[in-house]
């Protein structure tokens, strides 16, 4: 945890910006995951890798691959259910029809996904 809070400011640069740096969006899903796990409440920080998680969804529902570094970015599956968790976690209420629209679409997406790894179908299955 100490290393992510060190990082915040550098990451924030960028993410006002939209750049999502090396790993892409992949790269903040894992954090807010372990941020909403910790119960970590909302924060500038966490509404800018909202912000940009959400805006990077394709239009099919899914949050595809956005690099290719097993484990953690060989699924569109899986980081497409970290995407829901993201946008449930750390949404706003400003925004919450949007999000709400975006998870509604990613369910649908998730519910044709053909899973191809064990750890894929259990992701899918949450």
């Known amino acids: 945890m100490d290393g ?3 990082d915040r400011a550098a990451e924030m640069t960028g993410l006002q910006l939209l750049n999502k740096g090396g790993g892409g969006y992949t790269s903040f899903l894992y ?3 372990a941020m909403a796990e910790m ?3 909302a924060s500038d920080f966490s509404d800018a890798m ?3 998680i959400a805006e990077s969804q394709d239009t ?6 956005s690099g ?12 497409t259910v970290l995407g829901i968790y993201a946008l449930k976690s750390y949404g706003w209420p400003a925004r919450r029809s949007e999000f709400d629209e975006r998870i509604a679409r990613a369910k649908a997406w998730l519910l044709t996904a053909r899973a191809v790894t064990t750890v894929e179908e259990a992701d899918r299955l949450i």
């Open 4 to 6: 992510m809070v060190a």
């Open 31 to 33: 954090p807010l995951g």
């Open 39 to 41: 119960g970590e409440p």
């Open 50 to 52: 909202v912000h940009l």
């Open 60 to 65: 099919s529902g899914a949050w595809g691959l």
């Open 68 to 79: 290719s570094r097993a484990p953690l970015q060989e699924s569109a599956i899986s980081g």
